[in-house]
């Protein structure tokens, strides 16, 4: 079965920093995302991204985040300078439409910053 | 963002018994309702999608949608000790095809 692939599963990083989560979507997929989840807390969105553009994004996704699809099946999230309370699980996902199709995410990047 | 709520449980049931679990939205416009399963530590799981009024059913699971109470809720029948878990109602908003996701209900099913 398809999947999407993230690396690096853990990565520790040490406040104000920078960090690129990668991620590989299902291949035929249109749409990406990335969402964050804080450890006992909800699934948070944070971008959508189609077309080679940004359709929407979160509060959360302020000027320190960005993505960027520089190939034709890397999609990666940049945090520029990380907070302590950037660490959480990010999840990538990858869905074929809009609408009626649900995501698949991948298994998740655990972002530690200390 | 309009909200998605859900009991937190833990909802506890005894194995092969009928476990029910509920979700309500605030957004009148959502169209695709879903639900997915977090074991821990793990990433969400697709389990079940519906639109229409009514009940859908896949196997054990039966996701069931009242869009005049804007209500969701999911039936496991004959719940297995592996169904534990943390389920999560998840409804699309706005443009981006973003899924506003509830904060989950544990369940636990006891042998």
């Known amino acids: 079965e398809p999947e999407v692939t993230q690396t690096p599963s853990h990565q520790v990083t040490q406040m104000g920093q920078e960090v690129i989560l990668r991620c590989v979507p299902i291949?035929?997929?249109?749409?990406f995302y990335w969402y964050r989840q804080i450890l006992g807390q909800k699934v948070e969105f944070l971008v959508s991204f189609y077309n080679n553009e940004i359709s929407e994004k979160s509060e959360i996704f302020d000027d320190q985040f960005s993505v960027e699809r520089p190939d034709g099946s890397n999609f990666t999230l940049k945090i520029r300078s990380t907070k302590l309370e950037d660490s959480a699980m990010y999840f990538c996902?990858?869905?074929?439409?809009?609408?009626?199709?649900?995501?698949?995410f991948g298994s998740g990047t655990r972002l530690t910053v200390v | 963002q309009k909200e998605v709520e859900q009991n937190s449980g833990p909802l506890s049931v005894p194995e092969g018994a009928i476990a029910s679990l509920n979700c309500t939205y605030s957004d009148r416009g959502s169209q695709s309702f879903f639900w997915y399963r977090q074991y821990s530590g793990k990433s969400p799981e697709l389990i079940m999608s519906?639109?229409?009024?009514g009940d859908k059913e896949d196997g054990r699971f039966t996701a069931q949608l009242n869009k005049a109470s804007q209500y969701v809720s999911l039936l496991i029948r004959d719940s297995q000790p592996s169904d534990s878990a943390t389920y999560l109602c998840a409804v699309n908003q706005g443009y981006g095809n973003k899924l506003v996701f509830g904060a989950g209900t544990i369940l636990r099913v006891k042998s």
């Open positions: 519906i639109y229409s009024n």
């Open positions: 996902a990858s869905s074929a439409g809009q609408g009626d199709y649900g995501y698949t």
């Open positions: 291949s035929n997929h249109l749409y």
